[in-house]
């Protein structure tokens, strides 16, 4: 179950051009996108085995490439994507709502913590379940899905515990270090969530 906090009154705004913060310390907040984030998901984001566990295929970024993706998702309206940073406000990750279609209510989740120092300590946990808050709340979605791939148990354990169940397996879907890998297709209805909350 994921504790709800209060949005900022003018919540487009606030995360367009400001942080959304998440922890109560204040150690871990999400913003937008800069230039100066280039460098560091340069780093993660050509880091082997961090790539090993995603569920896109990566032939290598060039900083250009990193720049380019960053400004397509600042102009695609059916992407929001944040940078994770810490209290000096330096880069350690990024997460989105991706192909959110408000017709249909539906959109994919994903997180990426590049800072190996950040993981395993319910950083995710917490920034997966204000991203899950703010798509059923605020964007008035009815249904994420996430996908992961089979060998990255964490995140399908993460998964899990946030409420998604599994809809599909897609065998050997994925081509990963020598071996075609299952990739896991998880869904969690808004309904659901709001019944987790009471609980």
Known sequence: MCATKPWPA??????????????DNESVHLRRPEPEDIETMYRYRNDPQI???????????????????????????????????DRDDRCIGHCGLYKI???????AIGICIGDESFRSKGVGKMILCRMIEYAFQQLNLRKIR????????????LFTKLGFETEA???????????????????????????????
């Open 10 to 23: 003018v919540i487009g705004d606030s995360i367009a051009k400001g942080t959304m913060r998440l922890l």
């Open 51 to 85: 790539v090993a566990s995603l569920g896109y295929f990566s032939r290598g970024f060039a900083r250009a490439d990193i720049a380019e993706w960053i400004e397509f998702h600042r102009k695609n309206q059916a992407d929001l994507v944040w940078t994770i940073s």
């Open 101 to 107: 279609n408000p017709r249909n209510g539906v959109a």
């Open 146 to 157: 996430a996908e992961v791939l089979a060998s990255n148990q964490p995140a399908r354990n």
């Open 169 to 199: 397996i897609l065998r050997e879907y994925k081509y990963r270090n020598g071996q075609y890998l299952d990739l896991h297709i998880f869904g969690l209805f808004r309904s659901k969530w709001q019944e987790r909350q009471k609980t």
